[in-house]
């Protein structure tokens, strides 16, 4: 079988990264192309080897690949995305694929009218820890979900910022897509978001936290920081029992926990190969190959949805 083809924008490290998954795919899978995002890098050639070193979209675009992966800094996301569309190319965007709801709706809009593939790259939605949780909820073990309880910490050191915050890098926009879209997944879109956090001198945050509550009394609490170091978490809390994901749950978690009120616990290990980026570059290959523009289990409408979320936190933090 032919190997399908990935052409990548971003970091040389990343796409290290991502150039070793392709040995767990369920299909054969290459890195292809390259084009990085810090253009002064000097090693392409004697790192990537059989891969080919582009300058711009276009060469990328022209390299004989199946699909792009965009892991640039976020700010690029939606200018890389778009010509990606317009060339006809299915995109594969890191999170947070834009910005703004008003750029996710032009993404939408021209992934449709040129009929192009296009999800934003939130692997954890494809990982089988997230399956499991899903699968615990849907059996009614812990009955219906009443609360949910997620932090992320990832402390990035002496953070460089630019003046104008035009590279981004706050914590909302970095971490806090990975709780957010969680609470959309178990819970739903929100009635009323609540949100304080600490901003850098240039404007980005460096951490958060969100109050979120819901038409039938549940709630979520949910923050993020690039300036702690600790344990992230996350509880899910049901009418009969919790489910606890180890850290780091935003990555490759140890796994998790489920505490029934009755006393039981059952203890899910994380046994998969590799880091499990593999599982959605999985998902796009299968969409393509089905002549589909978007994944049925993360949508172009779940993607607004948690975008819209971000957005109103977002406009609290900025205030």
Not at 81 to 88: D, I
Not at 116 to 136: D, G, H, N, Y
Request: hydrophobic content about 40%.
């Amino acid at each position: 079988m032919e190997p399908f083809k990935w052409g990548m924008i971003g970091s040389l490290e990343r796409a290290l990264s991502f150039s070793a998954e392709t040995r767990y795919t369920c299909n054969p899978q290459s890195l292809q192309a390259f084009l990085p995002s810090d253009h002064n890098d000097l090693h392409v050639d004697e790192k990537l080897h059989d891969v080919t070193a582009c300058h711009t979209v276009h060469d990328l675009l022209q390299s004989g690949i199946d699909a792009v992966y965009i892991a640039s800094p976020h700010k690029q996301h939606y200018m890389q995305a778009m010509l990606c569309l317009e060339g006809g190319m299915p995109v594969l965007c890191d999170r947070p694929i834009a910005d703004s709801t008003w750029q996710l709706a032009d993404l939408i809009k021209l992934s449709k009218q040129n009929e192009t593939f296009l999800m934003e790259a939130l692997w954890i939605r494809f990982m089988p820890v997230v399956q499991k949780v899903l699968s615990v909820i849907s059996s009614g073990l812990i009955g219906d979900v009443v609360s949910l309880k997620a932090s992320v910490y990832y402390k990035t050191g002496e953070m460089v910022l630019p003046a104008s915050g035009d590279i981004g890098g706050g914590a909302l926009f970095e971490l806090g897509t990975f709780p957010v879209f969680l609470s959309c997944l178990f819970l739903g879109q929100p009635t009323y978001i609540k949100a304080t956090g600490k901003l850098a001198y240039n404007g980005e945050d460096e951490d958060f936290s969100a109050f979120l509550s819901y038409d039938m009394g549940q709630y979520a609490f949910i923050e993020a920081s690039v300036t702690d170091q600790m344990d992230s978490f996350i509880d899910i809390c049901g009418e009969k029992g919790n489910i606890y994901i180890r850290n780091p749950w935003s990555a490759k978690p140890e796994g998790l926990e489920v505490d029934l009120a009755d006393g039981t616990k059952m203890v899910h290990k994380s046994d998969w190969k590799g880091m499990g980026l593999y599982f959605e570059m999985d998902e796009v290959q299968a969409c393509i190959q089905k002549g589909i523009i978007e994944s049925p289990f993360y949508s172009h409408q779940f993607t607004m949805d948690v975008c819209q979320v971000i957005d109103k936190i977002r406009m609290q933090l900025i205030r």
